[in-house]
């Protein structure tokens, strides 16, 4: 079984300052780690995932998340926020296991509010 | 080309009845999945299906909620007797394989609210 835990429920950042949201996970098998987003009044997209190779992953919009296997974690930052970057934000993992399917278990959610 | 669709978007419904929700995913998807999201808490995986393979129910919270999927298109949940737990936003997912590599689309969501 996996489970995820977002350690932050609301992170409140000013415009063009950095951000990290925190994600750790725990399974006992291999997994695959995805950031989603949900912006206010739309539904929910996939900003980023790690399947394998770089540990580092990049979003179109500036965001970079960085899988730590030790630590089992996948935090999401970005150098510079803007007041567009204000939304939820959803860590996930999915089992490596083929028959086990792609079903994502998810964290609780961050809510990044971005301020002028 | 269109998204997840799902309908209705919204659903007040008093508790003890019946309610189905139904899911158009992508043409061509194969996969669809089921989660719910209760106020102030993450989405909570409930079922999913894979082309004719039997759907994997293990997320559903008891037996008054069920699932169908008719081939690789439309699926309906339905839940009987409707409780106050129940209220929460039902999201539908779309894959076009059960791989966990592939992305999932979501669609909007149906809010159901159980007075």
């Known amino acids: 079984a996996q489970s995820v835990t977002q350690l932050d429920s609301q992170v409140p950042v000013f415009e063009e300052a950095p951000v990290e949201l925190r994600c750790n996970y725990s399974s006992s098998v291999s997994v695959y780690l995805f950031w989603y987003v949900q912006y206010p009044n739309q539904g929910l997209q996939l900003l980023l995932k790690y399947l394998s190779g770089s540990t580092l992953v990049e979003s179109i919009n500036g965001f970079e998340a960085e899988f730590n296997k030790s630590q089992t974690s996948f935090h999401l930052r970005k150098p510079s926020v803007h007041i567009s970057d204000t939304a939820e934000y959803f860590c996930?993992?999915?089992?490596?296991?083929?028959?086990?399917?792609?079903?994502?278990?998810f964290g609780q959610g961050t809510e990044l509010s971005v301020k002028p | 080309g269109a998204g997840v669709s799902q309908s209705p978007s919204n659903k007040v419904t008093e508790k003890g009845k019946d309610v189905e929700l139904r899911c158009d995913p992508i043409s061509g998807h194969t996969a669809l999945y089921w989660y719910r999201q209760r106020l102030g808490q993450g989405l909570e995986f409930l079922i999913y299906?894979?082309?004719?393979?039997?759907?994997?129910k293990s997320g559903l919270p008891s037996d008054r909620f069920s699932a169908e999927r008719t081939g690789e298109s439309v699926s309906t949940l339905t839940i009987q007797r409707t409780q106050q737990e129940d209220s929460a936003v039902y999201l539908c997912?779309?894959?076009?394989?059960?791989?966990?590599?592939?992305?999932?689309?979501f669609g909007p969501g149906t809010r159901l609210t159980v007075l």
């Open positions: 996930a993992v999915s089992s490596m296991i083929y028959n086990q399917g792609g079903k994502l278990i």
């Open positions: 997912a779309s894959s076009l394989g059960q791989v966990g590599t592939d992305t999932q689309y």
């Open positions: 299906f894979q082309g004719n393979s039997a759907p994997d």
